[in-house]
Structures are given as structure tokens and as C-alpha cells.
């Protein structure tokens, strides 16, 4: 039975103000995330609003009736934070004794892991204390419709995980946790206050070093920044993003566990799941499987370089005091100009969420981020760009054409022929190539000689052949490339890699569990 108490005509200005979903949970998009985090700070810290001002969980959790204590919560670190929001028996791991212990406590109480870390950037104390403030403030009628079906639920667990599931499965806990962990920084670095601070010391330092770039200071800001508010450096990156200061989406870059230098491109070029940077592993997957890539870097006309697929130009590709190739200061600054642009996707077999969430998260690779990131050469505007680039000003297409059409059918004529093309002895190249001076001799005067498709590739490096060339050498040597990983790796090095000395060649087989192409005689 009903009874009907009251009819009206319906007004779409008279819509709520802060609508809850069936479970409760409030609806936040994600354009309203800043105002719903000024609503926050309005209610419980209202300074932080008019003068950058770091927020303090102490104060915070009194002004809520709140408070915290720091608990290791589990062995093995998959939950960093919990909140109470009814008297109970709380556990506790307890690394003295390596059980779990129990205590009481009263609502309002918040545990905070000292070891765990939310995604091992995002994590600090700090922003694992207001996480668990944004759920009392937030989600506590959502709770207590719970406890109406579940009278044994007391807690909101969150996981060091992060992140939340495909958009098709979302739960409310999910949609809580994303609004908890959206809402956090955005608490502890307004929009406004945050704005300010960053260009208070991006002109200390422009002052500090007149002259330099942006993306050249960047880095120190990024840190200082972090530093005043409380956070995590990559909190503090991804804010800066948010703040309007692209620069940084290239600063505190690490791939395949090296640092990749600052690098910066036009604004609003990129989608945030977007790159120019990718691992050695996915360089060398993609110009194999790629069609599109693989065209491109079998023409000579790119080298991996810096964790980029880069214009082979000396504008673009020098060499450092030590000898090493590295991106030129002009490429770094201008890197949509010379360096092919790749998309980023998070594979679901390797990461416990979907990419939904991440499509917002491409910022974080940094030295200890755990996510495991695919990268998918893209076809785009951009990369066109760089590529009829690339065919304008890599002038070396006539001289390759010209060896090859001099070149002798025979592998060791053409082997010989191209010695002498690139200036090398046989001391030279035995030694560029940590192959025995006998064994050059043997493969340059007998035709029937048996060497290996390693020895060749060497020879390869060695001579800095460009691919088109190298692959016509193989081809009259009566070896041939494979479909194995191993080859595959071959073909990169002698696409993407063919500049580096052999030793650096042979570092990088060893990486992915290969043998050196050759040892030293």
C-alpha cells in the first residue's frame, strides 16, 4: 500500500544540489571534482582557500571530530588506510609478535599504514589520512545503508591498488574510492591557492637562472611544490598537469628503470594517454608488429634514442661527453617535432583495473611505479608530421641507393665493397665488432665461409650500416632473420640501433635474456 501526499508540477531548475545514487554514494562528475573539493575546504579548513597553505591532517581530523593512528593494518601491505564508522574490535597487525592483534575503537577512527604506499607515489601519510577524511565527510550515509543489510560491516578498507575497476562493473565502493582518491589532492592543493604557489617559484627560479626554459626548471618546482603542500612529487606532477602546466607531463620520467631528461612539446598536442617516450621492449614489439613503424624505422631515417623513437639528425641525435647518443637540449625542447608519438593502454592480464581509470593516470611512470604500461605506435597527425619531416631533411636516401646498386652480388664482395665505402680496416672492424681479425679475413676472401647471422648483425653494428643496406648484406650471406624473439631483437638493433657501439647492443640482448652477438676475441 501507498498514499499519495502531495502533487507537483515538475522543474527542472528545482533538481538537487547534491544527488545521491540508490546506494547513496554521492554523484560527483568529473568536471565538478574542483568545486566539490572547495565545498570541503569551505566546511573544515577555509584558509587553505585564500593563501597557499599546506593542510595539516591534525588539524583537519580535530575540525572533523575524527581522528587517526598509525597501524600496520596488513603483512603484506595491500591496504594502506581504513576508517571506522562504527564502534568495534579493530585488528591490527602487529610486526613485533607477526600476528594480528585487536583493539577497541570508536567511530570516527582512522588507521593509517606508515609502510603503505597508494600506488607507491600517491600515498604519503598526508594523503592517506585526508583520503580517509573524504569518506567520512562523504560516503557515511552509504555506509550506514549497508549496515542495514550487513549489521557486521564497520569499515571502509582501501587498497594500496588504487584505481578503479571497468567502467561496466563499477561498484559503490568503486565509485567511492575514485572519488575519495580524486577529491584528495585536489583538497590538499586547491586550484587557485596551488596556481599561485607554482608561479611564485616558477619565477624564483627564472630568476634564479635567467634564461633557462620552462621544462628546465620544472623538475626543482615540481619538487618544491611537493614539498610546501605535503605530497608526493608525482602528486605534485600530476597537479601541476592539472594546473595547466604541460611541461611537466615530461619531467621525473623513468623507463625501463632509467631516468628519461625533461622533454617538452606544443601545447595541447597530447591526449593524457599519449606519449613520445616508451621501453626498449615495446620499441622493439611494435616496429616488428607495426606495418606503419616498421616502414618507417627500416628506412634509416630513426634511431631509438633516450627512450624515444627519434629523427636520425644531427639537430635531434648527438653525442654526449662520454660518447653516448642522447636527444640534443632542441630535440628535448621541441620533441613532437622529431619523435614518433605512441599510445599508452594498461593490459587487464597484468593490472587488477581496467584502463578507464588510467587513462587519466599515463603520469605515472615514475622509479617506483608498478603499473605495467603497453605502448601502441599511433598513427597520428603528429607522427605524419615528423615523418615528412624526416623525408625532407634525412638527405642520405641517394648515397644508400647508390652502395646498393654497387654493391657485389656476392656476400664477401659486398662485404669488402662496403669496408671500403665506410673507411675500415680489418684491425678496425674485428675490433668495432669483437670479432677475431682471421675471421674478417675468412668471411672477406672465402665465399664458402660459414659464419653466423650474430657475427653478421656484429659486422652490421660495427659498420653502422643503414637497415636497407644491412639487410642487403645478410641477404647475400645465405643467413636470414626469423620470426624468433631473439631475431626480432636482431632487427630492431639493426633498425632502431645500429649507431651504438657493439657493447651497448650486446647490454641490451643481455636485458631481455639474450647472448652477446659476439665476445671479445
Given at each position: 500500500d501507498f498514499t499519495i501526499f502531495h502533487i507537483e508540477e515538475y522543474n527542472v531548475r528545482n533538481h538537487q544540489q547534491a544527488p545521491l545514487s540508490d546506494s547513496l554514494v554521492p554523484i560527483i562528475k568529473k568536471e565538478q571534482l574542483e568545486n566539490v573539493a572547495r565545498g570541503f575546504l569551505e566546511q573544515y579548513y577555509p584558509e587553505a582557500l585564500y593563501t597557499p597553505t599546506p593542510i595539516d591532517p591534525?588539524?583537519?581530523?580535530?575540525?572533523m571530530g575524527i581522528s587517526f593512528q598509525l597501524k600496520?593494518?596488513?603483512?603484506?601491505?595491500?591496504?594502506?588506510?581504513?576508517?571506522?564508522?562504527?564502534?568495534?574490535?579493530?585488528?591490527y597487525y602487529d610486526k613485533k609478535s607477526g600476528s594480528s592483534k585487536a583493539i577497541p575503537v570508536t567511530k570516527g577512527t582512522i588507521f593509517v599504514d606508515p609502510d603503505?604506499?597508494?600506488l607507491r607515489t600517491l600515498g604519503s601519510?598526508?594523503?592517506?589520512?585526508?583520503?580517509?577524511?573524504?569518506?567520512?565527510?562523504?560516503?557515511?550515509?552509504?555506509?550506514?545503508?549497508?549496515?542495514?543489510?550487513?549489521?557486521?560491516?564497520?569499515?571502509?578498507?582501501?587498497?594500496?591498488?588504487?584505481?578503479?575497476?571497468?567502467?561496466?562493473?563499477?561498484?559503490?565502493?568503486?565509485?567511492?574510492?575514485?572519488?575519495?582518491?580524486?577529491?584528495t589532492p585536489r583538497i590538499q592543493m586547491p586550484f587557485t591557492q596551488a596556481k599561485v604557489k607554482a608561479a611564485e617559484l616558477i619565477g624564483?627560479?627564472?630568476?634564479?637562472?635567467?634564461g633557462s626554459a620552462l621544462i628546465d626548471i620544472m623538475e626543482p618546482v615540481i619538487d618544491e611544490l611537493a614539498l610546501f603542500f605535503g605530497v608526493s612529487r608525482m602528486a605534485a606532477k600530476i597537479r601541476m598537469v592539472d594546473l595547466g602546466y604541460e611541461e611537466a607531463i615530461g619531467t621525473f620520467t623513468y623507463i625501463d628503470g632509467r631516468y628519461v631528461k625533461p622533454h617538452t612539446f606544443k601545447k595541447g598536442e597530447l591526449e593524457r594517454?599519449?606519449?613520445?617516450?616508451?621501453?626498449?621492449?615495446?620499441?622493439?614489439?611494435?616496429?616488428?608488429?607495426?606495418?606503419?613503424?616498421?616502414?618507417?624505422?627500416?628506412?634509416g631515417r630513426y634511431l631509438f634514442v633516450d627512450s624515444h623513437i627519434c629523427m636520425n639528425h644531427p639537430k635531434y641525435i648527438a653525442a654526449d661527453d662520454?660518447?653516448?647518443?642522447?636527444?640534443?637540449?632542441?630535440?628535448?625542447?621541441?620533441?613532437?617535432?622529431?619523435?614518433?608519438?605512441?599510445?599508452?593502454?594498461?593490459p587487464k592480464s597484468a593490472n587488477k583495473y581496467g584502463q578507464q581509470f588510467y587513462r587519466e593516470c599515463v603520469l605515472y611512470r615514475d622509479a617506483t611505479s608498478d603499473i605495467v604500461f603497453e605502448a601502441c605506435f599511433s598513427d597520428s597527425k603528429i607522427s605524419n608530421d615528423v615523418d615528412a619531416r624526416s623525408k625532407a631533411i634525412c638527405d642520405?636516401?641517394?648515397?644508400?641507393?647508390?652502395?646498393?646498386?654497387?654493391?657485389?652480388?656476392?656476400?664477401?664482395?659486398?662485404?669488402?665493397?662496403?669496408?671500403?665505402?665506410?673507411?675500415?680496416?680489418?684491425?678496425?672492424?674485428a675490433s668495432d665488432s669483437c670479432l677475431a681479425p682471421k675471421t674478417i679475413q675468412r668471411m672477406r676472401n672465402d665465399e664458402a665461409y660459414e659464419t653466423t647471422i650474430e657475427s653478421i648483425v656484429a659486422i652490421c653494428v660495427a659498420l653502422q650500416l643503414p637497415p636497407m643496406i644491412s639487410h642487403a648484406l645478410i641477404s647475400r650471406s645465405g643467413c636470414s632473420l626469423g620470426m624468433s624473439e631473439k631475431h626480432v631483437a636482431y632487427q630492431f638493433i639493426l633498425t632502431s640501433f645500429y649507431t651504438r657501439p657493439i657493447y651497448e647492443c650486446n647490454e641490451m640482448l643481455h636485458r631481455f635474456g639474450f647472448e652477446a652477438l659476439t665476445k671479445e676475441p
Open positions: 591534525l588539524v583537519l581530523t580535530q575540525r600496520h593494518i596488513t603483512p603484506d601491505l595491500s591496504t594502506f588506510g581504513q576508517i571506522f564508522f562504527a564502534d568495534c574490535e579493530a585488528e603503505a604506499y597508494f601519510v598526508n594523503n592517506t589520512i585526508i583520503h580517509e577524511c573524504v569518506h567520512w565527510d562523504k560516503h557515511r550515509k552509504a555506509f550506514e545503508l549497508e549496515r542495514l543489510y550487513n549489521e557486521n560491516a564497520t569499515q571502509i578498507k582501501c587498497l594500496v591498488v588504487g584505481g578503479v575497476k571497468d567502467a561496466k562493473v563499477w561498484t559503490p565502493t568503486d565509485w567511492m574510492e575514485w572519488q575519495a582518491n580524486a577529491l624564483e627560479y627564472m630568476r634564479r637562472y635567467p594517454n599519449q606519449t613520445f617516450s616508451i621501453s626498449e621492449r615495446d620499441a622493439i614489439v611494435e616496429s616488428f608488429m607495426n606495418p606503419a613503424l616498421r616502414e618507417k624505422v627500416q628506412s662520454a660518447g653516448n647518443l642522447c636527444l640534443t637540449q632542441y630535440a628535448r625542447h621541441h620533441i613532437d617535432e622529431c619523435c614518433l608519438l605512441f599510445t599508452l593502454s594498461i642520405y636516401t641517394k648515397e644508400v641507393a647508390e652502395v646498393l646498386q654497387k654493391m657485389p652480388g656476392g656476400f664477401s664482395g659486398a662485404l669488402t665493397s662496403l669496408m671500403t665505402w665506410k673507411g675500415k680496416t680489418v684491425e678496425a672492424l
